[in-house]
């Protein structure tokens, strides 16, 4: 099963960026899985919001929790380094995978439902409370339980493939292993504090060194930012915190970790 869901992710990707017209170009996706009875889910009424559901409220007889993220080629996140506004090519990436991601979801639900299991989906953005900003089903936390990555002093997910890209996921009644989480770090602020270039990139100090989040100062640049690219329908993304980092492309704690200790 793990391995016919992980070819329809690739699968959809590539048919994707054969599309005439797109834009937008990706690395190899990840994929990942968590039981639906995990003991994480219902901490996130405490973590997120008292509303945000367990995949047994959005599906009853939830067995599984399948978690993908689609990681941009580099140049995608290059072009966003200059400037306070989004790139182009950003705003253009940002649209173009959450509709990718909501291709992922129907093939995969659709499939599964051929396959005799039922699938609940919910939409890679626009699915929050726009006076909280706050959503009942957070991709990036329900992300993290299913082992796809750590979260990063940008209160971003960094996963083995960096966190420059977007978040899918999908609830099921079919029974799949879950991924094992790493207790590991992946930020290097998180593991010893010689980072805090995402805090000093925001162009509107949304981040703090001390963990706080002006979740409302950053929405307000990514509406400035979708006004500055209207051919784009809903680029409501900013991404100055993901684009210009260490952990862009790759889990920098990881590959910090891995590299031989100096010669002495």
């Given amino acids: 099963m793990k391995t016919w869901i992980e070819q329809e992710i690739a699968a959809a990707v590539a048919e994707a ?8 170009r990706w690395r190899a996706p990840l994929v990942a899985y968590a039981s639906a009875d ?21 599906l009853p007889g939830a067995r599984s929790v399948i978690a993908w993220f689609l990681p941009f080629e580099r140049d995608v996140p290059r ?8 790139s182009e090519p950003w705003a ?15 093939r995969l639900a659709d499939g599964l439902r051929a396959r005799g299991f039922d699938a609940a989906v919910q939409p890679a953005t626009a699915n929050f409370d726009k006076e909280m900003l706050m959503s009942d089903w957070s991709h990036k936390h329900v ?24 978040l899918g996921t999908l609830v099921t009644t079919a029974p799949l292993d879950a991924t094992p989480r790493s207790a590991q770090p992946a930020c290097l602020y998180t593991l010893d504090r010689s980072c805090t270039e995402c805090v000093d990139n925001c162009p509107v100090a949304a981040l703090t060194l001390e963990g706080s989040y002006d979740r409302h100062a950053c929405y307000a640049l990514c509406l400035e930012n979708a006004a500055v690219h209207p051919q784009h329908d809903l680029a409501e993304v900013c991404g100055k915190c993901v684009s ?15 590299r031989p200790a100096p010669r002495v």
Avoid: W
């Fill in 17 to 24: 960026q054969a599309r005439e017209g797109a834009i937008t």
């Fill in 38 to 58: 995990d003991p994480l889910f219902p901490q996130l009424k405490q973590i997120v919001r008292a509303t945000h559901l367990t995949p047994e409220e959005l």
């Fill in 92 to 106: 253009a990436a940002y649209v173009e995978t959450n509709a990718l991601v909501g291709v992922v979801s129907r």
């Fill in 79 to 86: 072009s966003n380094r200059p400037h306070r506004h989004a």
């Fill in 244 to 258: 210009v980092v260490p952990c862009t492309y790759i889990d920098p704690v990881a590959r910090k970790l891995a």
């Fill in 143 to 166: 992300a993290y339980i299913a082992g796809l990555g750590q979260f990063g002093l940008h209160q971003m997910l960094i996963t083995a493939a960096g966190s420059a890209g977007r």
